[in-house]
């Protein structure tokens, strides 16, 4: 590839300017004159940029550092997959409490179906839980203390089947859990429903009383 730094120049009568008795500009007397091509012309000698990053590639390649870099990544992501970040601002329950969270909503505006007609009115108050009952309570524990593990087992052990609880790891390895334990592990992932929910200690239990959600945050060695 040539990169030209070249001018073309071209040249016409005076006329062309507006210079008075040499006529308009286009008849034969006024034709562009090609005075030549002033300036250097220079190759281009840097690489092309996908060449570049081609050879570099194809050298990490052959030498092996390609296939561990990959496989340092693959290493790194299944790590954050089986060990979590462990949700912040949380201690073990030294002080139990409880308190009750409404999850109500109120309608902000006209809620209409396809045919335009309104099927929940602007400020109408709704609670999801007269509609979908929340029948499997949440058990938010620490996975790395035994303690708090046994005894979310023993409440999923002691419930009916059709109130089996979810238990929700706030620290520790769910995968490698659920496979101990036998039994669906999960994991609250930045401490979404901790914050929603205004846990702060651990363990603790969400379930339904009446028509809101019941927030325990419970010492267990309390209770033995």
């Known amino acids: 590839m040539i990169l030209s730094t070249a001018i073309s ?3 016409t009568d005076a006329s062309e300017t507006g210079t008075p008795g040499t006529g308009a500009p ?3 007397e006024h034709k562009p004159k090609d005075l030549g091509v002033y300036g250097e012309v220079f190759p281009i000698k840097e690489k092309s940029l996908l060449e570049v990053i ?3 590639l194809q050298a990490l390649k052959e030498s092996g550092a390609l296939e561990a ?3 340092a990544i693959a ?3 299944k790590d ?4 979590p970040e462990p949700v912040d601002g949380l201690h073990k329950t030294t002080k139990p409490r409880s308190f009750a969270y409404d999850p109500s ?3 902000p505006y006209d809620l209409k179906d396809h045919q335009g007609k309104v099927f929940q009115q602007k400020g109408t108050k709704v609670n999801p839980l007269d509609t979908h009952p929340f029948r499997s309570p949440f058990l938010f524990v620490d996975g790395d203390d035994s303690e708090q593990v046994a005894w979310a087992i023993k409440e999923h052990q002691l419930a009916t089947n059709n109130h089996k609880p979810k238990i929700i790891l706030v620290k520790g390895a769910p995968f490698d859990l659920s496979k101990e334990i036998n039994l669906p592990v999960y994991f609250d992932q930045s401490g979404a429903l901790v914050k929603k929910f205004g846990i702060a200690q651990v363990p603790a ?6 028509k809101v959600l019941l927030i325990e945050e419970l010492n267990i060695e309390e209770e033995k």
Not at 80 to 83: D, G, P, Q, R, T
């Open 9 to 11: 120049v071209q040249a």
């Open 26 to 28: 286009g008849t034969p």
């Open 54 to 56: 081609q050879t570099k």
């Open 69 to 71: 870099h990959q496989k």
């Open 75 to 77: 290493a790194k992501t």
């Open 80 to 83: 954050k997959v089986m060990h």
């Open 105 to 107: 909503i109120t309608v």
């Open 205 to 210: 239990c969400i379930s339904q009383k009446d």
